[in-house]
């Protein structure tokens, strides 16, 4: 951000106090006197495993033909929670059985921070709307093999096979 989005003013760097503590520099405005933190966007993904963590749901996208992880951006209102079970009833319509914070990234490209959860479902029958061009269920193996390399998808997909016991996945 380099101007002021109340009167257009150029931005300065200035340090700013919070009870003391520095924030950091911050964007600021001389004429409004006031700082304008920067916004990010914010995105929850799901690594979704079937109920007995043998296989792990991949879907393709955008006609781009990598196997990537179900995820979507977080609406004004909703918790990150209820945008995670909204988007994998809407891309893949697998309801939720339970979820688990895995891990967060900040993503530059898209300028989101991205909330990635492990989800179980109940169910594997898939129906994938438009959004969605190709889903299906592999192996953990197979899973390790296909998922977009050197991605957010397998970073978040391989940090989530650390949280479990080792015997869950073989």
Request: hydrophobic share 35%.
């Amino acid at each position: 951000m380099k101007y002021c989005p109340e009167c257009s003013e150029k931005l300065i760097l200035k340090e700013s106090f919070n009870c003391g503590i520095s924030d950091g520099f911050v964007p600021y405005c001389t004429k409004c006197s006031k700082f304008h933190f920067p916004m990010f966007n914010v995105a929850a993904s799901s690594v979704i495993y079937n109920k007995d963590y043998s296989k792990t749901l991949l879907i393709q996208q955008y006609g781009r033909g990598v196997n990537i992880l179900v995820a979507g951006y977080v609406n004004k209102g909703e918790t990150l929670e209820d945008a995670l079970i909204r988007e994998i009833k809407e891309e893949v319509n697998l309801d939720v059985s339970t979820y688990h914070f895995n891990a967060s990234k900040y993503f530059g490209k898209s300028n989101s921070l991205i909330c990635n959860f492990i989800v179980t479902t109940n169910n594997e029958e898939i129906k994938c709307n438009p959004e969605v061009d190709f889903a299906k269920w592999y192996s953990i193996e197979e899973a390790k093999n296909v998922v977009l390399k050197n991605s957010l998808a397998e970073e978040f997909f391989l940090k989530s096979l650390s949280k479990f016991p080792q015997k869950v996945f073989n």
